[in-house]
DNA sequence: TATATTACTTATCAAATGATAACATAAAGG
DNA sequence: CCTTTATGTTATCATTTGATAAGTAATATA
Protein backbone atom coordinates (compact mmCIF):
# COMPACT_ATOMS: atom_id res chain seq x y z
CA UNK A 1 0.00 0.00 0.00
CA UNK A 2 1.29 3.30 -1.00
CA UNK A 3 2.60 5.01 2.60
CA UNK A 4 1.30 8.49 1.48
CA UNK A 5 -2.32 7.73 0.76
CA UNK A 6 -2.38 5.85 3.96
CA UNK A 7 -0.70 9.06 5.48
CA UNK A 8 -3.65 10.87 3.98
CA UNK A 9 -6.67 8.32 5.03
CA UNK A 10 -4.95 9.24 9.18
CA UNK A 11 -5.16 12.51 8.40
CA UNK A 12 -8.47 13.02 6.85
CA UNK A 13 -9.53 10.55 10.29
CA UNK A 14 -7.99 12.91 12.47
CA UNK A 15 -9.75 16.39 10.95
CA UNK A 16 -12.74 14.31 10.93
CA UNK A 17 -12.53 13.70 14.94
CA UNK A 18 -11.62 17.16 15.98
CA UNK A 19 -14.38 18.65 13.85
CA UNK A 20 -17.00 16.10 15.63
CA UNK A 21 -15.45 16.69 18.95
CA UNK A 22 -15.77 20.53 18.63
CA UNK A 23 -19.56 19.70 17.97
CA UNK A 24 -19.81 17.37 20.87
CA UNK A 25 -17.88 19.90 23.12
CA UNK A 26 -20.19 22.91 22.08
CA UNK A 27 -22.38 24.62 24.99
CA UNK A 28 -20.59 21.97 27.31
CA UNK A 29 -18.16 24.92 28.95
CA UNK A 30 -18.90 26.51 32.34
CA UNK A 31 -19.14 30.03 31.68
CA UNK A 32 -16.79 30.66 34.57
CA UNK A 33 -13.82 29.40 32.99
CA UNK A 34 -11.45 29.60 29.90
CA UNK A 35 -10.90 26.15 27.82
CA UNK A 36 -8.01 25.77 28.60
CA UNK A 37 -8.22 25.56 32.31
CA UNK A 38 -11.31 23.68 31.20
CA UNK A 39 -8.99 21.08 29.61
CA UNK A 40 -6.79 20.99 32.88
CA UNK A 41 -9.58 19.87 34.93
CA UNK A 42 -10.41 17.53 32.64
CA UNK A 43 -7.06 15.79 32.65
CA UNK A 44 -7.10 16.03 36.40
CA UNK A 45 -10.67 14.67 36.28
CA UNK A 46 -9.43 11.25 34.00
CA UNK A 47 -5.57 11.48 35.73
CA UNK A 48 -7.04 11.95 40.10
CA UNK A 49 -3.77 13.19 41.29
CA UNK A 50 -1.14 14.81 39.35
CA UNK A 51 1.61 17.50 39.85
CA UNK A 52 2.20 21.03 38.97
CA UNK A 53 4.98 20.00 36.17
CA UNK A 54 2.54 16.90 35.37
CA UNK A 55 -0.20 19.17 34.12
CA UNK A 56 2.61 21.57 32.61
CA UNK A 57 3.61 18.98 30.69
CA UNK A 58 1.07 16.84 29.51
CA UNK A 59 -0.85 19.97 28.24
CA UNK A 60 2.12 21.74 26.55
CA UNK A 61 1.41 24.60 28.90
CA UNK A 62 5.07 26.05 30.48
CA UNK A 63 5.40 25.56 34.32
CA UNK A 64 4.91 29.44 35.26
CA UNK A 65 1.25 29.72 33.19
CA UNK A 66 0.30 26.24 34.31
CA UNK A 67 0.65 27.40 37.92
CA UNK A 68 -0.83 30.16 37.19
CA UNK A 69 -3.77 29.24 35.62
CA UNK A 70 -3.97 26.43 38.68
CA UNK A 71 -3.96 29.52 41.18
CA UNK A 72 -7.03 30.54 39.03
CA UNK A 73 -8.99 27.47 39.69
CA UNK A 74 -7.92 26.84 43.42
CA UNK A 75 -9.20 30.52 43.99
CA UNK A 76 -12.47 29.33 41.94
CA UNK A 77 -12.41 26.31 44.85
CA UNK A 78 -12.74 23.82 42.24
CA UNK A 79 -9.15 22.02 42.82
CA UNK A 80 -7.22 21.20 45.87
CA UNK A 81 -3.79 21.62 46.51
CA UNK A 82 -1.91 19.84 48.78
CA UNK A 83 1.77 19.66 49.19
CA UNK A 84 3.18 16.28 48.72
CA UNK A 85 4.42 13.99 51.98
CA UNK A 86 7.81 12.77 50.56
CA UNK A 87 8.56 15.49 48.83
CA UNK A 88 7.66 18.94 49.58
CA UNK A 89 8.65 20.87 46.50
CA UNK A 90 5.86 18.90 44.36
CA UNK A 91 2.42 19.94 45.09
CA UNK A 92 -0.73 17.23 44.66
CA UNK A 93 -3.40 18.39 42.34
CA UNK A 94 -7.10 16.87 42.48
CA UNK A 95 -10.33 18.00 41.59
CA UNK A 96 -12.75 19.45 44.58
CA UNK A 97 -16.08 18.17 45.58
CA UNK A 98 -17.18 21.33 43.41
CA UNK A 99 -14.76 20.70 40.57
CA UNK A 100 -16.01 17.12 40.55
CA UNK A 101 -19.66 18.37 39.97
CA UNK A 102 -18.66 20.52 37.38
CA UNK A 103 -17.25 17.89 35.16
CA UNK A 104 -19.81 15.65 35.85
CA UNK A 105 -22.09 17.92 34.27
CA UNK A 106 -20.17 18.70 31.63
CA UNK A 107 -19.73 15.17 30.22
CA UNK A 108 -23.96 14.91 30.62
CA UNK A 109 -23.84 17.46 28.33
CA UNK A 110 -21.47 16.26 26.21
CA UNK A 111 -22.86 13.10 26.18
CA UNK A 112 -26.15 14.31 25.25
CA UNK A 113 -24.92 15.84 22.43
CA UNK A 114 -23.04 12.20 21.91
CA UNK A 115 -26.60 10.62 22.19
CA UNK A 116 -28.35 12.97 19.73
CA UNK A 117 -25.51 12.40 17.32
CA UNK A 118 -24.91 8.84 18.06
CA UNK A 119 -28.32 7.43 18.67
CA UNK A 120 -29.77 3.90 17.51
CA UNK A 121 -26.65 2.33 17.43
CA UNK A 122 -26.84 -1.41 18.01
CA UNK A 123 -25.28 -4.02 20.37
CA UNK A 124 -23.04 -5.12 17.35
CA UNK A 125 -22.00 -1.82 15.91
CA UNK A 126 -20.97 -0.49 19.86
CA UNK A 127 -19.49 -3.30 19.81
CA UNK A 128 -17.56 -2.97 16.44
CA UNK A 129 -16.50 0.05 17.42
CA UNK A 130 -14.86 -0.27 20.37
CA UNK A 131 -12.75 -2.81 18.50
CA UNK A 132 -11.78 0.03 15.70
CA UNK A 133 -10.35 1.91 18.47
CA UNK A 134 -9.10 -0.77 20.58
CA UNK A 135 -7.12 -1.47 16.69
CA UNK A 136 -6.33 2.26 16.21
CA UNK A 137 -5.02 2.94 20.03
CA UNK A 138 -3.24 0.11 19.37
CA UNK A 139 -1.40 1.23 16.14
CA UNK A 140 -1.64 5.17 15.61
CA UNK A 141 -2.67 6.33 18.65
CA UNK A 142 -1.12 5.45 21.28
CA UNK A 143 -1.88 6.10 25.03
CA UNK A 144 0.49 8.15 26.66
CA UNK B 1 -24.36 -2.82 26.30
CA UNK B 2 -23.51 -0.11 29.29
CA UNK B 3 -24.46 3.17 26.71
CA UNK B 4 -22.06 5.18 29.80
CA UNK B 5 -19.67 2.64 29.53
CA UNK B 6 -19.41 2.99 25.80
CA UNK B 7 -19.25 6.81 26.09
CA UNK B 8 -16.61 6.25 28.35
CA UNK B 9 -14.88 4.06 25.83
CA UNK B 10 -15.57 7.23 22.90
CA UNK B 11 -13.76 9.96 25.29
CA UNK B 12 -11.07 8.33 25.96
CA UNK B 13 -10.45 7.49 22.91
CA UNK B 14 -10.93 10.90 21.61
CA UNK B 15 -8.44 12.15 23.84
CA UNK B 16 -5.67 9.99 22.86
CA UNK B 17 -6.43 10.85 19.11
CA UNK B 18 -5.68 14.71 20.34
CA UNK B 19 -2.99 14.10 22.24
CA UNK B 20 -1.30 12.11 19.82
CA UNK B 21 -1.89 14.70 17.58
CA UNK B 22 -0.43 17.18 19.42
CA UNK B 23 2.88 15.19 19.16
CA UNK B 24 2.70 14.96 15.56
CA UNK B 25 1.79 18.49 14.64
CA UNK B 26 5.16 19.77 17.33
CA UNK B 27 7.52 21.46 15.48
CA UNK B 28 5.65 21.17 12.14
CA UNK B 29 3.95 25.00 12.48
CA UNK B 30 5.31 27.79 10.43
CA UNK B 31 6.76 30.82 12.84
CA UNK B 32 5.49 32.95 10.56
CA UNK B 33 1.78 32.40 11.17
CA UNK B 34 -0.28 31.49 14.63
CA UNK B 35 -1.75 28.19 15.34
CA UNK B 36 -5.49 29.63 13.94
CA UNK B 37 -4.03 31.24 10.81
CA UNK B 38 -2.78 27.63 10.00
CA UNK B 39 -6.11 25.69 10.81
CA UNK B 40 -7.52 28.00 8.09
CA UNK B 41 -4.90 27.37 5.60
CA UNK B 42 -5.11 23.27 6.42
CA UNK B 43 -8.79 24.00 5.96
CA UNK B 44 -8.58 25.91 2.75
CA UNK B 45 -5.52 23.35 1.62
CA UNK B 46 -8.38 20.67 1.74
CA UNK B 47 -11.49 22.09 0.67
CA UNK B 48 -9.95 23.95 -2.59
CA UNK B 49 -11.85 26.70 -2.60
CA UNK B 50 -14.40 28.42 0.14
CA UNK B 51 -15.84 31.33 1.11
CA UNK B 52 -15.28 33.75 4.13
CA UNK B 53 -18.40 32.75 5.68
CA UNK B 54 -17.03 28.95 5.42
CA UNK B 55 -14.25 29.81 6.76
CA UNK B 56 -15.83 31.10 9.61
CA UNK B 57 -18.83 28.51 10.35
CA UNK B 58 -16.42 25.40 9.91
CA UNK B 59 -13.75 26.50 12.37
CA UNK B 60 -16.21 28.40 14.78
CA UNK B 61 -14.68 31.95 14.47
CA UNK B 62 -16.49 34.95 14.05
CA UNK B 63 -17.07 37.04 10.53
CA UNK B 64 -15.31 39.42 11.79
CA UNK B 65 -12.43 38.18 13.09
CA UNK B 66 -12.46 35.24 10.28
CA UNK B 67 -12.00 38.38 7.75
CA UNK B 68 -9.05 39.22 9.95
CA UNK B 69 -6.98 36.63 9.69
CA UNK B 70 -7.69 35.90 6.30
CA UNK B 71 -6.86 39.41 5.70
CA UNK B 72 -3.58 38.75 7.40
CA UNK B 73 -2.61 35.58 5.40
CA UNK B 74 -3.44 37.47 2.43
CA UNK B 75 -1.26 40.08 3.05
CA UNK B 76 1.73 37.32 3.76
CA UNK B 77 0.67 36.67 -0.19
CA UNK B 78 -0.26 32.77 2.02
CA UNK B 79 -4.28 33.29 -0.25
CA UNK B 80 -5.62 34.22 -3.36
CA UNK B 81 -9.34 36.15 -3.06
CA UNK B 82 -11.70 36.51 -5.61
CA UNK B 83 -15.14 37.86 -5.76
CA UNK B 84 -17.36 35.27 -6.97
CA UNK B 85 -18.72 35.97 -9.79
CA UNK B 86 -22.28 34.54 -9.31
CA UNK B 87 -22.72 36.93 -6.03
CA UNK B 88 -20.59 39.50 -5.50
CA UNK B 89 -21.16 39.89 -2.40
CA UNK B 90 -19.08 36.86 -1.97
CA UNK B 91 -14.92 36.03 -1.90
CA UNK B 92 -13.66 32.77 -2.92
CA UNK B 93 -10.70 31.81 -0.82
CA UNK B 94 -7.86 29.72 -2.11
CA UNK B 95 -5.01 28.51 -1.39
CA UNK B 96 -1.35 30.84 -3.26
CA UNK B 97 1.28 29.70 -4.53
CA UNK B 98 3.62 30.15 -1.55
CA UNK B 99 0.25 29.11 0.49
CA UNK B 100 0.16 25.55 -0.92
CA UNK B 101 4.26 25.16 -0.78
CA UNK B 102 3.72 26.22 3.13
CA UNK B 103 1.16 23.45 3.75
CA UNK B 104 2.86 20.69 1.44
CA UNK B 105 6.41 21.36 3.90
CA UNK B 106 4.70 21.23 7.09
CA UNK B 107 2.69 18.13 6.31
CA UNK B 108 6.07 16.47 5.25
CA UNK B 109 7.09 17.26 8.35
CA UNK B 110 3.80 15.87 9.86
CA UNK B 111 4.58 13.34 8.31
CA UNK B 112 8.30 12.35 9.35
CA UNK B 113 6.86 12.53 12.94
CA UNK B 114 3.90 9.66 12.14
CA UNK B 115 6.11 7.59 10.35
CA UNK B 116 8.97 8.35 13.17
CA UNK B 117 5.79 7.04 15.51
CA UNK B 118 3.26 4.57 13.57
CA UNK B 119 6.60 2.68 11.52
CA UNK B 120 7.15 -0.79 10.88
CA UNK B 121 3.20 -1.39 10.00
CA UNK B 122 2.51 -4.38 7.97
CA UNK B 123 0.42 -4.30 4.76
CA UNK B 124 -2.53 -6.53 6.99
CA UNK B 125 -2.10 -3.68 9.81
CA UNK B 126 -2.67 -0.68 7.42
CA UNK B 127 -5.66 -2.27 6.01
CA UNK B 128 -6.82 -3.21 9.05
CA UNK B 129 -6.35 0.81 10.24
CA UNK B 130 -8.01 2.04 7.39
CA UNK B 131 -11.06 -0.33 7.48
CA UNK B 132 -11.45 0.74 11.42
CA UNK B 133 -11.37 4.31 10.38
CA UNK B 134 -13.92 4.07 7.83
CA UNK B 135 -16.17 1.93 10.83
CA UNK B 136 -15.55 5.31 12.77
CA UNK B 137 -16.05 8.00 10.48
CA UNK B 138 -19.92 5.85 9.31
CA UNK B 139 -21.06 5.76 12.92
CA UNK B 140 -19.29 8.13 14.74
CA UNK B 141 -17.24 11.36 13.68
CA UNK B 142 -18.97 11.35 10.68
CA UNK B 143 -17.43 13.71 8.25
CA UNK B 144 -19.08 17.50 7.45
C1' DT C 1 28.43 21.10 54.15
C1' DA C 2 28.61 23.71 50.03
C1' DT C 3 26.65 23.62 45.59
C1' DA C 4 23.76 22.14 42.10
C1' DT C 5 19.27 20.82 40.62
C1' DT C 6 14.28 20.32 40.87
C1' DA C 7 9.57 22.03 41.59
C1' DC C 8 7.11 25.70 41.86
C1' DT C 9 5.70 30.71 42.29
C1' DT C 10 5.31 35.60 41.16
C1' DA C 11 5.40 39.33 38.14
C1' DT C 12 5.41 41.40 33.76
C1' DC C 13 5.02 41.97 28.98
C1' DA C 14 3.64 40.46 24.32
C1' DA C 15 0.77 38.09 21.19
C1' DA C 16 -3.38 35.59 19.83
C1' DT C 17 -8.10 35.15 20.00
C1' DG C 18 -12.93 36.55 21.12
C1' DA C 19 -16.83 39.90 21.15
C1' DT C 20 -19.30 43.62 19.43
C1' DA C 21 -20.75 47.89 17.08
C1' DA C 22 -20.93 50.34 12.93
C1' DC C 23 -20.56 50.32 8.19
C1' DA C 24 -20.76 49.12 2.99
C1' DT C 25 -22.56 46.68 -0.70
C1' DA C 26 -24.99 43.03 -3.24
C1' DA C 27 -28.99 40.26 -3.76
C1' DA C 28 -33.76 38.71 -2.83
C1' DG C 29 -38.59 39.49 -2.16
C1' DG C 30 -42.69 41.96 -1.89
C1' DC D 1 -38.64 50.56 -6.25
C1' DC D 2 -38.20 49.97 -1.55
C1' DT D 3 -37.23 47.12 2.22
C1' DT D 4 -35.09 43.27 4.09
C1' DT D 5 -31.58 39.98 4.30
C1' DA D 6 -26.94 38.06 3.38
C1' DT D 7 -21.90 38.68 2.94
C1' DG D 8 -18.14 40.83 4.28
C1' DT D 9 -15.09 44.69 6.25
C1' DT D 10 -13.10 47.82 9.66
C1' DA D 11 -12.24 49.31 14.16
C1' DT D 12 -11.97 48.80 18.99
C1' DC D 13 -11.71 46.64 23.31
C1' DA D 14 -11.45 42.64 26.48
C1' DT D 15 -9.82 38.23 27.50
C1' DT D 16 -6.90 34.38 27.00
C1' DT D 17 -2.69 32.43 26.27
C1' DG D 18 2.40 32.48 25.62
C1' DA D 19 7.20 33.81 26.94
C1' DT D 20 10.59 35.05 30.07
C1' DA D 21 13.14 36.78 34.12
C1' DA D 22 13.72 36.52 38.89
C1' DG D 23 13.01 34.43 43.21
C1' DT D 24 11.98 30.70 47.03
C1' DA D 25 12.31 26.46 49.13
C1' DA D 26 13.20 21.45 49.18
C1' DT D 27 16.05 17.83 47.62
C1' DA D 28 19.99 15.63 45.54
C1' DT D 29 24.84 15.27 44.95
C1' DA D 30 29.69 16.04 45.04
Redesign the pocket.
Known sequence: MDKNKFFQVVINFIGNVHSSTHFLKKDARSNK???????ILEYVFFSKEV??????DC?????????????KL?KLDLII?E???????????SLSKPGQNLMLRTFERIQKNFWKQADELSEDEMRSIISSMKVLEKKVFIPY
Open positions: ITPQQHSTTSQVALNISLPNASRELKFKSNEKDRRKTTI
